[in-house]
């Protein structure tokens, strides 16, 4: 097995092309982000979204990119400026520990980092680098990956507005350890105005990633998510998912939505992100009605 797992995020492939100094040089004028919101958008679902009136959560998303400019959804997307948000809110505990940050990467400490840890981008989504053996690994190649993240600009991806903002800086950060050698179970709490109301859990994440629903009293919602199957394996309702209710719900505070994603390793909580436009608003629920569903309770607000 590699000691090293890059990101799977095809996106980043597709549009490293998208660097951000032509961002800096003219930035695209609002029309042509509409454009370009709208034309995605039709690409994955056949039709364009209801702006004005907008009825699915994939909608809301649209809407939420093209209007809504409150500047601490910057801060919460920010992997590193988050922490202290995270810190004033739910208390240090829940941070995994923080081994390096930095603009740099060739300064990156190696050789006094312990074996296992992983490496993020803040100014992205899904541009993370776990290393399982920090002795066996190549460092000019991941020196490397993190010069590309740190020139590509994430905002050009997708037009998620939240993502220009952020300073481009590489986080070196604990790797929580669940026991199994692969990244803990990820669950991600839907708030909405203060109150969670579905619970995404990722399984298999890097080997055979599958994505489950369920509401908060641990029953499974027939739903799927986008291209990802459902994991037939019984998962077991989290010892700690009243905790992880509790966080949630303090960590979204009053917003309309926000995703918060936590993780449970040896029976304690661990923050993982505030997901502000989860999936760009681009991935379909299966069944359709389920976009609906999430889309009554979002009650948008832009200020």
Known sequence: MSQITFPLNDSFTKFAKYSIKPLIQ????PLDIAIFVMRDYRRIFGHYPRI???RTFNEKVQVRKLFDRRSHLTEWADKYLVRDYVRRTIGAAALPTLYHVTDDPSD???EQLPKKYVIKATHGSGWTCIVRDGTAINQQEIIDLCET???TSYYALGREWLYEGI??????E???DCGTGTVPTDYKFYVFAGKAKFIQVNVGRYIAHKINFYDTRWNRIDCRLGRYENSDAKIARPETLDTMIDYAQRLAGK???VRVDLYEVRGKVYFGELTNTPSNGLEPFDPPSWDRTFGDFWKMRLR
């Open 26 to 29: 003219g930035l695209p004028d």
């Open 52 to 54: 004005l009136f907008p």
């Open 108 to 110: 990156i400490p190696f």
């Open 149 to 151: 993240w740190l020139s």
């Open 167 to 172: 300073i481009p800086r590489i986080v070196v």
């Open 174 to 176: 604990e790797f929580l």
């Open 255 to 257: 917003i309309d939505f």
